[in-house]
């Protein structure tokens, strides 16, 4: 397993930025697919983006146009650009390298890291 570790969280007023990152203490270059997903106060986790090795990217419909992930597979690390932040982006945002199933879902390939939380004030 790789231990994954996310940092760049924090306070911030609606409208601003933050960036997040996700360290992995193993290479990332091998897995194809990694993400961001976050888990708000009395929510499941929902993913919130998603990156292919190839850099192909998909979004949840919530943070379309905001919000921006990115890879670097030689500093085996992750990103999460988050623009134009909401109230409702206020979670623990986790990082995850991920296997596709047969029947085409993801899943974390290892345990969860300890989160990184982001708070958005109106």
């Known amino acids: 397993q790789v231990q994954l570790v996310e940092s760049g969280g924090g306070l911030v007023q609606a409208g601003g930025s933050l960036r997040l990152s996700c360290a992995a203490s193993?290479?990332?270059?091998?897995?194809?697919?990694m993400g961001w997903y976050r888990q708000a106060p009395g929510k499941e986790r929902e993913v919130v983006a998603r990156i292919s090795s190839r850099g192909s990217t998909y979004y949840g419909d919530s943070v379309k146009g905001r919000f921006t992930i990115s890879r670097d597979n030689v500093k085996s690390t992750l990103y999460l650009q988050m623009n134009s932040l909401k109230p409702e982006d206020t979670a623990m945002y986790y990082c995850?390298?991920?296997?596709?199933?047969?029947?085409?879902?993801?899943?974390?390939?290892?345990?969860w890291g300890p989160g990184t939380k982001v708070t958005v004030s109106s």
């Open positions: 193993g290479s990332i270059f091998n897995v194809n697919y």
């Open positions: 995850a390298r991920l296997g596709l199933s047969h029947d085409g879902s993801y899943f974390p390939l290892d345990s």
